[in-house]
């Protein structure tokens, strides 16, 4: 089995940075795609980035392309979600998940691990 946490949400203003991070741990840890979703009140879960196990692909969500930058450190099987120039329709639960097979899987929404969320608020 594998197991995903969140850390590094928060508070903060508009315009403000936040990085958070995903520690994955168990069997076949840093060998597959891994990406984030989000959720705010009122709304179905969306999709944010993904990027595949080398790093080599990444995708972004249309609502956050050029303001956020997936990094993935396979030897701390990590990965990292910097976001910059945030707004406050960025907030939400934001959630790690991971899938066996490629980043395009997380793009669609289907995955087969995920967190338990770390909650991000921009205020303005």
């Known amino acids: 089995q594998v197991q995903l946490v969140e850390s590094g949400g928060g508070l903060v203003q508009a315009g403000g940075s936040l990085r958070l991070s995903c520690v994955a741990s168990g069997r076949t840890q840093s060998t597959f795609a891994m990406g984030w979703f989000r959720q705010a009140p009122g709304k179905e879960r969306e999709f944010v980035a993904a990027m595949s196990r080398s790093g080599g692909i990444t995708y972004y969500a249309d609502s956050v392309k050029g303001r956020v930058t997936l990094a993935r450190d396979n030897a701390k099987n990590t990965v990292y979600l910097q976001m910059n120039s945030l707004k406050p329709e960025d907030s939400a639960v934001y959630y790690c998940?991971?899938?066996?097979?490629?980043?395009?899987?997380?793009?669609?929404?289907?995955?087969?691990?995920w967190g338990q969320g770390t909650q991000v608020t921009v205020s303005s």
């Open positions: 998940a991971s899938a066996y097979g490629g980043a395009e899987l997380l793009r669609r929404g289907r995955y087969d691990y």
